[in-house]
């Protein structure tokens, strides 16, 4: 085992399975599968820096309370830091560690020029009014001013962020800098600087993943049955393009609870009802109600996690029936259940590259904005799709060649390159 302990002292994540070990496993099953030497992987198993700040704000009765805000900056190897930022209850330092060191693995594998970081503060953001989450995220950016920045790290959405507290990370860094800096943050609104498609980035590639290996196997997306946990950015937009290109998304869900048709969702309809009921699912009419891990079991081709990470773990896996699981989600299926599954002939299509177009695009806009050039939404689509196909080609054929799961192939390629290039530039000092 690498070590795995992290350089701060932290409570254990709530979830019975450390994310950070999690992570760390992945790593030493690549590391052992590319022979690595053992000083890289201690280096890789920890974080370059990490950040935890206070983030005192007035509510709006008055009163004052305190949050954490972290900021995990994993790997600088391959470029600057890039990463999402959660608001979630369920945020640790030791899941945004791990998340950060995802980020490394994604960038590399998708050959964009960037390191790995993450952020996140264990807030509901249901529970806030838009006026406190604004002094949330504008006193959070302002804490880290001196740690981010458009070539130093990256910041982007995640759960419970969009492209409104992009807007607001962004105006509270120019504004103490003393001049506008549209590159700090990437998946921003249009308005400012913005990337047409970044909003469905992330969902309109994981179509595209599963679209490819359905094609491998043969089998086209009219018609084939799919489940989705998880209705936000990611999963809402891999519901409604599956949708568009013939597929039947016969279940779909939010934080609550999830909703089932056994013909097939109305996708368009389901998304104008979670806009009017504060982005829950539950209640649909003319759909079964479903709970989020009855989804997980549903018979169908396709399952998509969409959430949170650790949903599919050796608990229940005996149970999963689809053959092709996407993790549009980071980390939604443990290392054991993973093994589960393939030995079963389960295709699980791996979270650093399913879920790769968001990042990508994001590289995009900040690519546009450094260069005063923005492109048609066409374009962003045709070039993200192109890296995407071309990663998605180079996992199947490291996997052949080694004769590894995808998973594998996808964390040699992605540690394989960061590990090349810390081999190339040497140990300061
Ligand atoms: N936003 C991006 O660009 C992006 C890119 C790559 C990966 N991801 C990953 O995709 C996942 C979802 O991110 P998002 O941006 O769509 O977030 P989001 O906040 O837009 O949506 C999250 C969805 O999950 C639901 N949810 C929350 N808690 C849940 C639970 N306990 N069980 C089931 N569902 C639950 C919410 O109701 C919502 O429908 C995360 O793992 C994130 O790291 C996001
Ligand atoms: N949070 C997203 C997007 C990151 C980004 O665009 O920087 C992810 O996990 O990939």
Redesign the pocket.
Known sequence: MVATSLPFVETQSPAHICPYDQACNYLEWAAKELKLDAGIVEILSHPRKVVTVSIPIKMDNGEVRVFAGHRVQHSDILGPYKG?I?Y?P?VTLREVSA?AMLMTWKCALLGIPYGGGKGGIPIDPKKFSVGELERISRRYISELIKDIGPSVDIP???????AREMAWMMDTYSVNVGHSVPGVVT?KPLSIGGSLGREM??GRGVMIIVRESLKDHGISLTGVRIAI????????AAAELLHQAGAKIIAV????GGIFAEDGLDISAVKAYAAQNR???VGFPTAKAIS?ADLLTLPCDVLIP????N?ITEENVHEIKAQFIAE?????VTLEANQVLEARGVTVLP?ILA?????VV?YLEWVQGLSYLFWDEERVNKEMEYLMVQAYHKVMEEAKTRRVNLRLAAYTLGVGRVAQALTDRGLYP
């Open positions: 999402g959660r979630h369920a998340l982007a959405p995640d759960m419970g962020t969009s998946g980035a992330t946990q998880g209705f936000g950015n990611v999963g809402g869900s939010s934080g609550a982005r829950s699912v989020n969409a959430a949170l990470e949903q549009a989600a980071n980390g939604p979270d879920n790769a177009g968001g990042v994001s």
